[in-house]
Nanobody
């Protein structure tokens, strides 16, 4: 079992930055593919960024490429999402997730086994 707790969300102006954190506890963090998803009201949950077991591979949604960076600190059992140049369309609840379906990047939400409770990001225009 893995428990995931997100933090770092909040209200930010258009063009601003935030860094989300996801603290993991339970089994060894490095044995999971990890991902950040987001869900806006009335929309389906979508993958924002994913990272492989060894952090050697990453993937990003086209809408965030060049603006967001996913990373891990295995010593701290923490997953991060650095978000720059935020836009109003980035407003959503953001969730971190862990998948036993590695070792590569996992892009499908259904393949993720553990989820955090979410943290809200609101970008004002």
């Amino acid at each position: 079992q893995v428990q995931l707790v997100e933090s770092g969300g909040g209200l930010v102006q258009h063009g601003g930055s935030l860094r989300l954190s996801c603290a993991a506890s339970g089994r060894t963090f490095g044995n999971y593919a990890m991902g950040w998803f987001r869900q806006a009201p009335g929309k389906e949950r979508e993958l924002v960024a994913g990272i492989s077991w060894t952090s050697a591979m990453t993937t990003y949604a086209n809408s965030v490429k060049g603006r967001f960076t996913i990373s891990t600190d295995n010593a701290k059992n923490t997953l991060y999402l650095k978000m720059n140049s935020l836009k109003s369309e980035d407003t959503a609840a953001y969730y971190c997730a862990a998948s036993e379906g590695g070792p590569g990047v996992v892009v499908t939400a259904a393949r993720y086994d553990y989820w955090g409770q979410g943290t809200q990001v609101t970008v004002s225009s």
